[in-house]
C-alpha cells in the first residue's frame, strides 16, 4: 500500500467543497459532533465556516494503523445520549472501512455525517469533501512533520 500525504492546501480545499455542501443543502444544525482523534480537525474547520459549537465523540476502530472492530465509546461533552441526533452533524477526518460511521449511525439513524474524505465513491455519508484511491494509506498533515516540500517524519 503506497502512502500519500495530504498537505494542509489539500486539506483546506476538501472542507472548503464539504462546506459548501453543507451550506447548500440549507439543513441547520445544533452542533457538529467531532469523532475524536482525526474529526476534530475538520470539525473545528467546519464549526468555524458554519458557525457550530462543537462536541466531541471518542470512537476507534483502528488498531495499528489497520481497521478493526469499534474497541472504545466514550462520549465527551454531552449526555451519553446524543438529543436530537437530526439536528446534529457527525464529523470526521476519513471515511475509510466504514466502521466508525456506520457504528454511530446504527445508533442514531437519522444522523447527517459528513467527512473530509472517503476512500471510496461507494459511501453511506451525507456530505464528503473528496474520494480517493482505496490502496493509498492517507497521511494527514496534522499526523506528520512536514516542511512544504517533503515529510519529515514518520506518522504519528
Known sequence: MTNKLITWTDFYDANNRLTAQIKN???EYDYILAITRGGVFPAYFLAKA???PIETLNLSSYKDQKAGQIKEVLVDGFSKRVLN???CLLVDDIFDSGQTIKYVQSLYPSIDTAC???RWP???LTFVGGVLEYETWIDFPWEVMWDGHEKLSAPL
Open 116 to 118: 473530509t474524505f472517503a
Open 50 to 52: 458554519l458557525n457550530l
Open 25 to 27: 443543502n440549507g439543513k
Open 85 to 87: 441526533p437530526e439536528k
Open 122 to 124: 461507494e459511501h453511506t
